[in-house]
């Protein structure tokens, strides 16, 4: 008798699991095969190179990784929101998903700002580092919690360039009564060296800039750029983009419609942003030389560098505000000191890894 339960139970064991499978099947089968049509806002024109190819490549891969369960439309900025209105058609429900950059929304959620990228803080490689296996993640969901948001990285550009000017920056003395589109944390550290700081969004740059309505703008770095023509409106192109050293782009889902999806889709569109987030980093790095050879040799922008001594003082500045912007806030603060820590920890060995490496390989 003893021998023959011992035969039996792993086949015991084997008809019940089976049945519990079938019985979780049965429970979720309805959610599981429906099929959904979700609307996607963006904050950037439609099939903008880069930052709006993201969305359009996430929902190219979720709806083939799903088998055309999921579909995805996505608008460009102004097709149904404005370009800043994304963050609220996603928190209030009327669509479903988003895409943009976190510190676009700054005056509603301080601590956003962290998920895309702050003044000399954390590069491409760093931020995705820190969001996905340093505790950044959590608190951005935190963060987007009380908005009904549920954040996923969804793309990087990489390190920016400071922008378009008309006139030459030599000192600090160059920056005051400067009218300059800056987002973000950028954009206070401007304002605190003199200059006046405005938030517009990328489509409106160009005329801006040919108008007067701004004396000088930053937007991404060549690739994206030259798209934009600011070489026909602005003789200098300055280096390095210290206030966007690695920014990160948003994938935003409305957070009643995601906890109400099946778990398969959330993967897949988990997975899908992630693909993306590395794919439009490495679209960048692929195509920003060849687009500054072409500003400098076709189109005689005039490439400079950002004296040492300025580049210094916006970093004085830009730990100050981040400091006190910190202790302003709770929020802020907590998401602060988990990205400081690891920036001073990352940083400390990328200087005898990466660092050393690259001026080995350059010099
Ligand atoms: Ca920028």
């Known amino acids: 008798m003893r021998i023959q339960t011992l035969y039996l139970l792993p086949l ?93 929304w700054k005056g509603k959620a301080p601590a956003a700002q962290f998920f895309t990228g702050v003044p000399f803080g ?30 996923i990285p969804a793309g990087n550009t990489g390190t920016q360039m400071f922008g378009w000017f008309n006139k030459e920056i030599n000192s600090l003395d160059d920056v005051k009564g400067l009218k300059m589109r800056i987002p973000g944390i950028g954009g206070e550290v401007l304002k605190r060296a003199g200059g006046i700081p405005v938030t517009l969004p990328g489509g409106e740059l160009f005329t801006a800039l040919q108008t007067g309505v701004i004396d000088a703008t930053e937007w991404v770095g060549p690739y994206n750029d030259l798209t934009f023509g600011f070489q026909q409106v602005a003789k200098y192109y300055y280096y390095p983009g210290w206030h966007e050293p690695g920014s990160m782009l948003e994938l935003l889902i409305n957070k009643d419609e995601w ?21 439009i980093l490495d679209e960048y790095t692929a195509k920003n030389n060849k687009a500054l050879r072409e500003l400098v040799d076709v189109h005689g922008v005039e490439l400079r560098k950002l004296p040492d001594d300025v580049i210094a003082e916006f ?43 690259v001026e080995a390989r350059n010099n």
Request: charged fraction near 20%; include cysteine; proline fraction near 4%.
């Open 12 to 104: 015991i064991i084997l008809l019940s699991s089976c049945s519990k499978e079938v019985d979780l099947n049965a429970a979720s089968n309805e959610t599981d095969n429906k099929n959904y049509n979700w609307r996607l806002v963006t904050a950037w024109p439609k099939n903008y190179p880069g930052l709006g190819m993201a969305p359009e490549r996430i929902a190219k891969l979720v709806e083939e990784m799903s088998n055309g369960q999921m579909k995805i439309t996505v608008y460009g900025a102004g097709e149904q929101v404005p370009a800043f209105g994304v963050f609220d058609a996603v928190s209030n429900g009327s669509h479903q998903m988003g895409h943009s950059g976190g510190y676009f």
């Open 122 to 151: 954390l590069t491409a490689d760093e931020i995705n580092a820190w969001t996905n296996r340093g505790g950044g993640i959590e608190l951005w969901r935190e963060v987007y919690e009380p908005f009904n948001i549920y954040p």
């Open 259 to 279: 906890d109400a999806l099946p778990k398969h889709l959330q993967v897949i569109i988990d997975t899908a942003a992630k693909a993306v987030n590395q794919d």
């Open 315 to 357: 970093k004085v500045i830009s730990n100050q505000i981040l400091e006190e912007n910190a202790a302003k806030d709770e929020l802020v603060n907590k998401v602060y000191q988990s990205y400081k820590q690891f920036k001073e920890e990352v940083s400390a060995y990328h200087k005898v890894s990466e660092d050393s490496f």
